[in-house]
Nanobody, 125 residues
Framework: QVQLVESGGGLVQAGDSLRLSCAASGRTFAPFAMGWFRQAPGKEREFVAV????????LYTDSVKGRFTISRDNAKNTVYLQMNNLKSEDTAVYYC??????????????????WGQGTQVTVSS
């Protein structure tokens, strides 16, 4: 089991930046990809980004491409989500999660087996 704790959320204005962090603990010795999802009020949870164990492969949802960057530091068991040029539609609770599924399943929440508690990001326009 892997425990995940997100941090870095907050209230910002449109156009601002935030960096989210997700620290993993527990059974972190096995390779796993780490992803970010988000859920806005009244909407379903959606995939945001994912990064492979080595960090060499990343995938983003179209709406954040060019604005968000996912990265990881395995020495610190931490994954980051740098969010630039934030928009009001980015307002959501952001969750990190781990998966050992193949890459074809990385955009599906059902492929992930460990989840954090979430951190709120609110972007005012």
């Amino acid at each position: 089991q892997v425990q995940l704790v997100e941090s870095g959320g907050g209230l910002v204005q449109a156009g601002d930046s935030l960096r989210l962090s997700c620290a993993a603990s527990g059974r972190t010795f096995a390779p796993f990809a780490m992803g970010w999802f988000r859920q806005a009020p009244g909407k379903e949870r959606e995939f945001v980004a994912v990064i492979s164990w080595s960090g060499s492969y990343t995938l983003y949802t179209d709406s954040v491409k060019g604005r968000f960057t996912i990265s990881r530091d395995n020495a610190k068991n931490t994954v980051y989500l740098q969010m630039n040029n934030l928009k009001s539609e980015d307002t959501a609770v952001y969750y990190c999660a781990t998966t050992r599924a193949s890459t074809t399943g990385w955009s599906r929440g059902t492929s992930y087996d460990n989840w954090g508690q979430g951190t709120q990001v609110t972007v005012s326009s």
